[in-house]
């Protein structure tokens, strides 16, 4: 079964990065000088996906708003002759066939998973946690659909992460079936550094098969009262396997003040617009401070 559709998880507080995100989606916050949830969208666009679904919560309007069109904008910028501007905009409104769907209250990303389920249907989906951009040549998502066409199973991107991030991370232990692919025996879900079986972490790409939501149903809620993915994917490895992919790629963490400053100048630095002033800054700063 090919797989068509992509869900975005965009339901989120945000609360890494207050006081920014108070009154606006942390999914809307500019990387350079698009939001970071457009890096999610254009992967999946990339990665050959033909619908993608957004899980929202209340407050989070801007994100609707900035995949919609923009009449008064777009008269002001042709009136202007900003015809560059003019066509980026009208891109961005033609990126997608988009879905938008509530999650009703924070019961956690299994639950968020779940308000996703009458838009999937039976078919196979990539989730995206579009705090997670990954710059690569070949899209994560992509790596991971070709995995899951290959082995017939749900997906992981997997990443090795140090010791001292292990308890932030769903963690797996799998055995090797190839280059960088494993088939997953065990997952845990925040482990303390000494239960860990490995320093393989889930990161923000998977393919689940529709099965998945069966299994969110079925878990119950976990660490912090919430339903959490990683127990429902570990009642779905009774019944079917699973695989973790430890994709190529460049992944960034945006969910936090120090990721997101991180990716805003590594990303501006490889723009030939703006790379070469912005390094001509940072060589220039004093850092013996």
Request: net charge negative; aromatic share 6%; charged share 25%.
């Amino acid at each position: 079964m090919s797989v068509r559709k992509a869900v975005i998880l965009a339901a989120g507080y945000g609360t890494r990065l207050l006081p920014a995100t108070k009154a606006q989606p942390k999914e809307v916050l500019p990387l350079v000088d698009k939001p970071i949830i457009q890096y999610a969208v254009e992967e999946a666009v990339a990665s050959g996906l033909q619908q993608v679904i957004i899980v929202t919560s209340a407050g989070k309007r801007a994100i609707q708003d900035h995949f919609d069109r923009s009449p008064d904008l777009e008269q002001r910028l042709e009136a202007n002759g900003d015809r560059a501007r003019l066509d980026d905009l009208r891109r961005i409104s033609n990126l997608a066939n988009i879905v938008y769907v509530r999650q009703q209250e924070p019961n956690g990303i299994g639950d968020a998973v779940l308000t996703a389920r009458d838009v999937v249907g039976n078919e196979p989906f990539v989730l995206f946690f579009p705090d997670d951009v990954i710059v690569s040549d070949v899209p994560a998502a992509r790596q991971l659909i070709e995995i899951f066409e290959a082995q017939g199973g749900s997906v992981l991107a997997v990443q090795e992460v140090p010791p001292e991030e292990v308890p932030s991370y769903g963690i797996v232990d799998g055995e090797a079936v190839g280059e960088g692919v494993y088939r997953v025996k065990t997952l845990v879900e925040k482990p303390r550094l000494a239960d860990a079986p490995s320093n393989l972490a889930i990161v923000g790409r998977y393919v689940l098969t529709p099965e998945i939501f069966d299994a969110v149903t079925k878990t119950p809620p976990g660490k912090g009262g919430e339903i959490q993915i990683t127990d429902a994917l570990s009642l779905l490895l009774r019944d079917q396997p699973i695989f973790a992919c430890r994709f190529q790629g460049r992944r960034y963490d945006t969910g936090r003040p120090l990721g997101l400053l991180t990716a805003s100048i590594e990303l501006a630095l490889q723009r030939p617009d703006i790379g070469p002033e912005l390094r001509r800054y940072l060589r220039a700063l004093d850092l013996s401070g």
